[in-house]
């Protein structure tokens, strides 16, 4: 995971009128792609995190690149303000005091492993975003949950049980995939 606050500009920028516009109309800012700039029409997968006060106030996105990235990024924003099925949605008072954050995702990619202890030695702590998928149910944790659980037995042991795994689900039976992401985040 790489912080940067330029030239992230218009994502944040972009996510930031997404909430305004969904405030007022309820949805996402639509996006006329035709008038991108191409490093924001390429199609992109994001996520978006918001803080209040220094703690989680919401974070959705995607994990892969379906759409142009600044359609992905208004998105994102709206799901993150209005649709995290564990917040409230943001109000309007809310909104000067939240802190964005957008991750540009890259490319999924396979992990492929023997068993636990090899699969562990693979993470990489601050580095690694991970995906887990068990028949029809997928979760992941971006690259910024390693700053809160730091130990990777500790991570993968969190993120099974963000999908709704117990602890003992046997590995075999599931998959894992990697990426990393490009962040840019709002000064606090």
């Not at 303000?81 to 917040?87: E, G, M």
């Not at 709704?164 to 995939?177: A, H, I, T």
Request: net charge negative; aromatic share 6%; glycine share 6%.
């Amino acid at each position: 995971m790489i912080k940067q606050e330029l030239p992230g500009t218009d994502l944040l920028r972009l996510a930031r009128d997404s909430i305004e516009y969904g405030l007022a109309h309820g949805e996402p800012l639509p996006i006329d792609c035709d008038e991108l700039p191409a490093t924001l029409a390429k199609r992109g997968a994001t996520f978006t995190t918001l803080r209040l006060g220094g703690k989680l106030r919401g974070c959705c996105g995607t994990l892969e690149a379906a759409r142009p990235l600044a359609s992905d990024v208004t998105r994102s924003a709206f799901q993150a303000a209005f649709r995290d099925p564990r917040f409230d949605p943001v109000e309007k008072d809310e909104l000067d005091a939240i802190r964005l954050e957008v991750s540009v995702l890259s490319q999924l990619k396979l992990v492929t492993f023997i068993d636990e202890a090899d699969l562990l030695e693979q993470l990489r702590p601050g580095t690694d975003g991970l995906v887990i998928i068990a028949d029809d149910r997928r979760a992941t944790f971006l690259p910024q949950v390693w700053e809160t659980l730091p130990d990777p037995r500790q991570f993968l042991t969190a993120l099974k049980a963000k999908c709704g795994l117990p602890n003992d689900y046997g590995l075999e039976r599931l998959e894992f995939q990697r990426y990393r992401t490009m962040s840019y985040a709002e000064p606090v």
